[in-house]
């Protein structure tokens, strides 16, 4: 089974502290994303990585960044935390060149920003 | 961007078959149609996907018609597990185009 695990179930940052959420995927997959999710929004991408050290960005893409040094490895940081950038977080990761091909997903983080 | 349309929630009883629907009037040529289930404290897992007609596996069924301009995923004999937000995704042609709907959340009881 595909496993994608992120570092923290529940965070609490404040304003202005640089925040780092890190996801790990354990089946060699090409590509990594990125997502916020928010009530009534649905998934937002916010960045998505096709291969080691590549970062393009996705919808939402303000306020973050991103660093994919290991294949296995996917970084999201927010420089300065804000309370907008309150929300859940979910990573994922896929196999292969093909966008269309199945997304496993993480449990998320639940980051709040005080 | 294909933007699509999710009903905002429904409700059900265990045994009945549910059907929800995704608007994507826009739709590209090369998108396809992916569904994903969501439970509660969990990241979404894919159902099924297609391209045009009805697709059927072990947990679902997707009817596609021929202008492709919506979906309807068809959940037969739903069970409370199945009490979950489901997620409409139409993309195709580069990452940057997967969108995601806003999710319809389905509620059954017993």
């Known amino acids: 089974d595909v496993k994608v695990t992120q570092s923290s179930r529940y965070l609490v940052k404040r304003t202005g502290e640089k925040v780092f959420l890190e996801c790990v995927q354990d089946m060699d997959h090409e590509n990594m994303f990125w997502y916020r999710q928010d009530p009534g929004l649905g998934l937002r991408l916010i960045y998505f990585?096709?291969?080691?050290?590549?970062?393009e960005k996705g919808d939402i893409p303000e306020g973050y960044s991103v660093s994919r040094e290991k294949k296995e490895r996917f970084s999201l940081i927010l420089e300065s935390a804000s309370t907008n950038q309150t929300s859940m977080y979910l990573c994922?990761?896929?196999?292969?060149?093909?966008?269309?091909?199945?997304?496993?997903f993480g449990p998320g983080t639940r980051l709040t920003v005080l | 961007l294909a933007k699509t349309t999710q009903p905002i929630s429904m409700d059900s009883y265990e045994g009945q078959e549910v059907n929800i629907t995704c608007s994507h009037n826009n739709i590209a040529t090369n998108d396809y149609i992916t569904w994903y289930q969501q439970f509660p404290s969990q990241g979404p897992r894919f159902i099924i996907q297609g391209y045009k007609t009805k697709v059927t596996n072990e947990v679902a069924s997707l009817f596609i018609p021929a202008d492709r301009k919506s979906s309807t995923l068809s959940l037969p004999r739903v069970s409370l597990s199945d009490t979950a937000v489901y997620y409409c995704l139409v993309g195709g042609g580069g990452f940057q185009k997967l969108v995601f709907g806003t999710g319809t959340r389905l509620l059954v009881s017993p």
């Open positions: 990585s096709y291969d080691v050290k590549m970062k």
């Open positions: 994922a990761s896929s196999f292969g060149r093909a966008e269309n091909n199945e997304q496993f």
